[in-house]
């Protein structure tokens, strides 16, 4: 869920990137503006550099790490046993510092007041369910 969620917020901030440059030049154009603004009609520069953008944003989100699916891609990809065995390895160690992390500041953020036990109890409950 939570990579959807973040995949979908980079999608619309990358969209809203994209949009905004677009209409910035069309509306510097000569002539009437034309809405939607498409791409063909944009200049070559222009068109470059908007590629470029979504080709850094595709693999900024790549880096993250926030997509479960291209890694067991890469792992059935493999030839060799003992390279998938080392990237699934990776993937778990990833995932438990993941784990550590988001504990950590669940501890952070609770009350104080709440004792050890209810605490624990808290922070079990709301990583079962991400």
């Given at each position: ?39 063909k009609s944009l200049p070559l520069d222009v068109q470059r550099q908007l590629e470029r953008i979504e080709q850094d944003a595709a693999q900024d ?70």
């Amino acid at each position: 869920m939570l990579c959807n969620t973040i995949r979908q917020s980079k999608r619309t901030s990358l969209q809203s990137i994209v949009n905004e440059l677009s209409v910035t030049v069309a509306m510097q154009a000569k002539g009437p503006l034309e809405l939607p603004v498409k791409r063909k009609s944009l200049p070559l520069d222009v068109q470059r550099q908007l590629e470029r953008i979504e080709q850094d944003a595709a693999q900024d989100f790549v880096e993250l790490g926030m997509e479960p699916v291209l890694d067991f891609q890469e792992i059935l990809s493999m030839k060799n046993h003992w390279d998938r065995v080392e990237k699934l390895a990776w993937m778990i160690g990833r995932e438990r510092s993941r784990l550590e992390a988001k504990e950590s500041l669940i501890r952070a953020f609770l009350s104080e007041d709440l004792g050890e036990e209810e605490m624990l109890d808290k922070a079990f409950n709301a990583s079962t369910y991400d």
